[in-house]
């Protein structure tokens, strides 16, 4: 079956760093995908990831360890208009259908 | 330019309305994508068309009726929609680069749909 598992909801504080940590079990993988999606709005490529690692781009990095079938994204000097919903997206292998979880609602207070 | 435009924006129809939804993507890509999204929820793939082919149906009731007319457009066909049908549709379109199968999908604004 396909499982991809993140936390419901998370809260930080301007400035702060976030971690948001996703987990998956899949029949296949052919790459990570994060998007942010703010309330109302279409979501947002933040990042891919297929090889083991970090992939940093600015105040957001993703990690990959296909492994343990885990990854996560980090958002350093957080602002307030990162307070968004932060999908993790899973690319089976050999098809075009990107398999989401259930999305992690990050508040962030002043 | 990663953009994909979507129209109209919001969208109310009766049960017995016939409306369509419309997608556009001058990016060249070949795979174009409808999801239905509801509130805090993930988005749920409907359909994904290939090289202007339909490729998936992930069992979409008939009152659902995709078309793509060509390799910059899709279209979204309702007709006879229940209430539960309302919903945020998102397009999204990637480059169906089928060697490597790992192309960013990038999705439009979306139409939010209300079915009285």
């Known amino acids: 079956g396909q499982n991809i598992d993140q936390p419901t909801e998370m809260t930080a504080t301007e400035g702060a760093i976030v971690q948001i940590n996703c987990t998956y079990q899949?029949?296949?993988?052919?790459?990570l995908f994060w998007y942010q999606q703010h309330a109302g709005e279409a979501p947002t490529f933040l990042s891919y990831n297929v090889l083991d690692g970090l992939e940093e781009k600015g105040r957001f990095s993703s990690f990959l360890s296909r492994s343990k079938g885990y990854s996560y994204l980090l958002l350093k000097e957080l602002q307030m208009k990162d307070s968004a919903s932060y999908l993790c997206a899973v690319m089976g292998y050999n098809t075009d259908k990107l398999i989401f979880g259930t999305g992690t609602r990050l508040q962030v207070f002043p | 330019d990663t953009e994909v435009t979507q129209t109209p924006k919001h969208l109310v129809m009766g049960m017995t309305n016939k409306k369509s939804l419309k997608c556009e993507q001058h990016?060249?890509?070949?795979?174009m994508y409808w999801y239905k999204q509801k509130a805090k929820k993930p988005p749920e793939l409907m359909f994904v068309?290939?090289?202007?082919?339909?490729?998936i149906n992930e069992s979409v009731p008939s009152r659902f009726s995709p078309e793509c007319p060509n390799s910059s457009l899709l279209n979204l066909h309702l007709h006879a929609l229940q209430p539960e049908d309302s919903a945020l549709y998102l397009c999204a379109s990637s480059q169906d680069l089928r060697e490597i199968r790992t192309d960013t999908q990038y999705f439009g604004p979306g139409t939010r749909l209300t079915v009285l």
């Open positions: 990016m060249g890509h070949r795979a």
């Open positions: 068309y290939s090289y202007e082919k339909l490729s």
């Open positions: 899949t029949s296949g993988f052919n790459g």
